[in-house]
Nanobody, 122 residues
Framework: QVQLVESGGRLVQAGDSLRLSCAADGFTFANYAVGWFRQSPGKKREFVAGIDWTRRNTYATKSVKDRFVISTNNAALYLQMNSLKPEDTAVYSC?????????????????WGQGTQVTVSS
């Protein structure tokens, strides 16, 4: 069983930048779609950004499209977050799905991390 582990979350001020990382021992993201999700208290998990398994297509939700950048070198997955806002406060989780398109995800079939807390103060 693959256990993805996120890191990099912390308390920052509005306008700051932060980079999250995701990796797993002995695991390569090659041939996997990769993605980042977030969940705030009382809200459903939200898709943030994804890359398909071919690495040809990248997606991001509208609220972060001009501020967040997802990337991977197949050894690790990253989320560069710029111009952070208080509404970006959430637990951020990474995910990997073999051979998928980067925007279709399954809680049961794909690999998921436990999450890292990002808190943005105003």
């Amino acid at each position: 069983q693959v256990q993805l582990v996120e890191s990099g979350g912390r308390l920052v001020q509005a306008g700051d930048s932060l980079r999250l990382s995701c990796a797993a021992d002995g695991f390569t993201f090659a041939n996997y779609a990769v993605g980042w999700f977030r969940q705030s208290p009382g809200k459903k998990r939200e898709f943030v950004a994804g890359i398909d398994w071919t690495r040809r297509n990248t997606y991001a939700t509208k609220s972060v499209k001009d501020r967040f950048v997802i990337s991977t070198n197949n050894a690790a997955l990253y989320l560069q977050m710029n111009s952070l806002k208080p509404e970006d406060t959430a637990v951020y989780s990474c995910a990997a799905a073999k051979g998928k398109d980067g925007i279709t995800w399954s809680s049961a079939d794909d690999y998921w991390g436990q999450g890292t807390q990002v808190t943005v103060s105003s």
